[in-house]
């Protein structure tokens, strides 16, 4: 998704800024950058933005990335979550997944990302990112996030979206996500020679994650899962209402 802005033919079209996914959502509403890449439950939350169309992180059935680690086996015994503080995203996914499938209300903790820490006083964490792929699994039981959604609805899950603002310059408006997204998919080989000994993951693994765990395109049944998805955050309280996606195309 930022490959081509930060290494490859569009380096010096756009300046990027490092950070968490929440953040970036806080960024976008402070009016402080014209475009973020934002998890996907902050377009209900924030007023004056679109979607860049058919872009996405997402996943049709395996994310790996987007963990519930847990002491126990059994989802149904867990009264106690520590919730990943960057994410948001997957942290309304959770209790989705609590509250509509499982029928069980627990008690919710925000954690920095330190698994250790979080499962010092609670039964399970959630946790994304690099760190979700490199913890040691050693007695511990490991729910991927989009293969319980996948369970339960049939569909895949959209976790993060291009978002801009109305306010967005004229070149903000031009720059071409899609293309950008699609030389990164063709620059995987490059991509993982660069993030291979930052995360120690094997090569072959790396490969299968960006090629066949991640989706970068918005398929039909993600569609369908982002709106039965905003339509379950809604019911549960954890957005006020559901909005249409707005699409904004240059």
Known sequence: MIWSFAYGSRKNE???IEATPAHCAQLLAQQRVEAAL???????????IGIVPDVCVGSLAQVRSVVLVTKVRELKDIRKIALDESSRTSAALVKIIFREFLEVETRWASHTPDLEGMLKDNDAALIIGDPAMTF??????VHDLATLWREYTGL???FAMW??????????RRIDFRAARDEGLEGISEIIDFYQPLLGL???ELEFYLRENISFRMETEMVA?????????HKHGLIPMVKPLRSLRP
């Open 156 to 158: 895949g899950f959209v």
């Open 225 to 233: 899962g982002l709106e039965l998805y905003y339509r379950l955050a």
């Open 38 to 48: 934002v998890p996907i439950i902050e377009y209900q939350r924030l007023s004056g």
């Open 163 to 172: 978002m801009i603002s109305d306010d967005a310059s004229a070149a903000g």
């Open 14 to 16: 756009v300046e990027l």
């Open 202 to 204: 094997g090569r072959s």
């Open 136 to 141: 040691s699994r050693k007695g511990l039981h």
